[in-house]
């Protein structure tokens, strides 16, 4: 069944750094979703990305779908304490349509 | 506006106790329904899910079940709890089979 690989597993920042997560796939993708956990929390969807190429960006979240549309990533600049969370992308699969989650980069900012 | 509600927020059972989480939907029709479980520190699990009334998909073979008696109501059961079905399950839901997922508050189980 469709999976993907989320690295890094968890991400240690001191305030004002960056912060990038990556999601891969074996197979071409249709799409990708982004969502965001706070601790403590439920999933929070972000965006979506559908095009090959694609960046999108959220103030100071830039998101971006590779040109083969296997990988992904969501890069954050400048890091708050309010970025703390897990950060988790999220597949579809092509025959069924079910979400399938990668396995989250939990990010931790040290102020 | 559309709204999701899970319930109860946090229990704690017994092992060999039965188990009944509830997940309605309000303002839309017709949803997707999801159910996820979380275990401490991991990822998203998909267990089930429903593309209508009696429609149910399972996708990890478990002493849980899902049963979908309306439309916008999305019922996660077990007859016996295990220690293993502690974690965090979410209830989701979704306008499109590839659209976006709108997450319930989530249900904390301990099963001691």
């Known amino acids: 069944g469709q999976q993907v690989m989320q690295i890094p597993q968890y991400q240690h920042v001191q305030e004002g750094e960056d912060f990038t997560t990556y999601c891969n796939s074996s197979?071409?993708?249709?799409?990708i979703q982004w969502y965001k956990q706070r601790p403590g929390g439920h999933p929070v969807f972000l965006i979506q990305?559908?095009?090959?190429?694609e960046v999108k960006k959220q103030k100071r979240l830039t998101f971006q779908f590779g040109e083969a549309k296997k990988n992904s990533s969501l890069h954050i600049t400048a890091t708050q304490t309010t970025d703390v969370g897990t950060y988790f992308c999220?597949?579809?699969?092509?025959?069924?349509?079910?979400?399938?989650f990668g396995q989250g980069t939990t990010l931790q900012v040290k102020p | 506006s559309q709204t999701i509600h899970q319930w109860p927020a946090t229990l704690v059972q017994p092992v060999g106790s039965p188990l009944s989480l509830e997940c309605t939907v309000e303002?839309?029709?017709?949803?997707?329904l999801y159910w996820y479980r979380q275990a401490a520190g991991r990822g998203l699990q998909l267990l089930f899910y429903?593309?209508?009334?009696?429609?149910i998909s399972s996708e990890v073979p478990q002493n849980l079940s899902a049963s979908r008696p309306q439309d916008r109501q999305f019922i996660l059961s077990s007859k016996k709890l295990l220690l293993s079905d502690s974690g965090f399950y979410l209830c989701?839901?979704?306008?499109?089979?590839?659209?976006?997922?709108?997450f319930g508050e989530g249900s904390r189980l301990t099963v001691l």
């Open positions: 989701a839901w979704s306008t499109r089979r590839t659209g976006e997922l709108f």
């Open positions: 990305l559908v095009k090959s190429g």
């Open positions: 197979t071409t993708l249709s799409n």
């Open positions: 999220a597949v579809s699969s092509s025959n069924t349509g079910k979400l399938i």
């Open positions: 303002g839309t029709s017709n949803p997707n």
């Open positions: 429903s593309v209508g009334i009696g429609q």
